[in-house]
C-alpha cells in the first residue's frame, strides 16, 4: 500500500461515524464477502457509512489516496477482486417512505425488497420487487430491475421517480427528470457508476388483490408444461411468469416428494381476483399432474413467501442470456440442453417471460434500459460446493442454446457474468459513456459492470 493510500484510508478511519474495515483486520472477511461466495474479492478497505457525510468523506478519501469506489448493500453482482478500491456498505441507510397518496415508495440504498414489502403491506398498492426478499431495492432499480409485475407495469428501471446521490465531486443530488434528464436515463439501468446512491424513490401501482404461487411437474411432463406456459405468456401479456427447470440434490433434507429429482416449474403472479388467476393455471393444470402446487391468493407482503427462493449466500457460477425464441420445439431444445448440463452438475435454469409492458415502445427512450423485443429471458446456475464439477462444462448445453436462440437485448439485473455489451446497442453504451464522463471524468465512482463505448 502506498503511503498516500495508507494516510488516505486512516485518516478517513478517524473522521468517519461509521466504520471502515481493512485488510488484516479481525472482520475483513466478513465485510468484504459478496453475496455469490465463489467471488473472492479484495477491496482496499470496507466503509459502511453513518449518514451522507460519510459518504462524502469516502468520496474525498478516495481521491487523495488515488483510490476507486463502489457500493455493494449485498454483495449481489460482484465480478473482481476490488483491488484499489473502498467497498461501501449502505446498510445505515435504512429509511422507508410510503406515500399512499402520492403512490410512490422512497428507501435509502441499504433497503431490501423483503423489508419494503412489509411496509407496502396492506396500502393496496405494489411496487416492482423483485421475487428474492434479499436483493436490494436500489440495486435491482439502477441495474434494470425485472419483476413478476413488469409484464403488467414495465422494468424496475422504469418506475424510478428519483435517485438521492453523492457524486464524484462530493455533492449531494436529488436527480429527476426535471433537473437531469440525461443523468436519470442513466440511471434508469446504467448502473452504479454516476453516483453512490443513498436513496431512491419508486412509482407504485395498484394491486390489492393477488394470486399466484409455484407448480411442479415431473420431468417426463417437462415438454408439454413448458410449451404451454410459453402459449399462456403470449396470449396473456400482463401475466408474471417464471418458467424453468431446476435439479434437486438427493440430500436428507430435501422434501421426500423432491429429493434428487429433476422436475419442471411454473411461477405464476395474477394481478386480480383469484378466479381468474386459476383459470390461467388451470391450462398448465390440465397438461400434466403436479408434483407441488402453492397457488394461493396473498397481498403483496407475502410476495416472497409466493416465490419461495432460496435467500442465503451460495458459491455458484451464474449464466444470463436473452433468448428470441418460445416455440415448442425451443421447449424441447431447452429440456435436452437442461438435462444434458443436470449430468455434469448444472443445478437451476429460469426463463422470465418478457412482453406486456416490458416490450412497450411508448416511454423506452426515458431509461437506458429500453424495449425488450425478446420473449424470454434466461438464467441458470451451478452450485460450487462440489470440487469435482466442472461449472464451464455444465453450463456448455445452455451456452450452446443461448448461441443457437440468442439475441442481443435484455436486463443488466439478469445478466449473470455478463457484461453490459451483451444487452445494450452501441448507442446506448456510447451514451452511458457520455453521462459517465461528464459526471465523474475521471472515473472515481466505479460499478461491476464497466461502460465500454463502441
Known sequence: MTDARATA??????NLAGTLVLPGEADYDAARSPWNLSVDQRPAAVATPAHVADVQAVLAAARAGGLGVTTQPNGHGAADDLEGVILIRPSAFDEITVDVEGRTLRVGAGVNWGAALQA??????????????????????INGGHSMFSRRHGLTARSIVAVELVDASGAVRRVSDEDDAELIWALRGGGGHFGVVT???LALFDGDTLFGGGLVFPVEAAVPVLAAAFALARDVPELG???????????????????????????LVHVGDEATGRGYAARLLGVAEPIANSLTTFTIGRLAAVAAEPVDPMPTADFGATIGSDDDDFAAELV????????????RCGLRAMGGATAEELGA???AVGAI??????????????PSIDPVAALRPLHDLAERHGVLGGVPSMLGAGTLADVYEPAVLDRLAAVKQRVD???????NRAIRPS
Open 9 to 14: 484510508l486512516e485518516d478517513l478511519r478517524s
Open 120 to 141: 407496502l403491506d396492506g396500502t393496496g398498492l405494489i411496487g416492482l420487487a423483485g421475487s428474492n426478499p434479499e436483493v436490494n431495492v436500489v440495486g435491482l432499480a
Open 199 to 201: 436513496a431512491i424513490e
Open 241 to 267: 411468469l417464471d418458467i424453468g427447470m431446476m435439479r434437486f440434490p438427493d440430500l436428507p433434507v430435501m422434501p421426500p416428494h423432491l429429493r434428487g429429482r429433476v422436475v419442471a416449474s411454473i411461477g
Open 336 to 347: 435436452e440442453a437442461f438435462l444434458a448440463g443436470a449430468e455434469l452438475g448444472l443445478m
Open 365 to 367: 427512450d426515458l431509461s
Open 373 to 386: 423485443r425478446a420473449p424470454l429471458l434466461l438464467s441458470a446456475g451451478v452450485l460450487l460446493l462440489d
Open 441 to 447: 471524468p475521471a472515473g472515481l465512482i466505479r460499478s
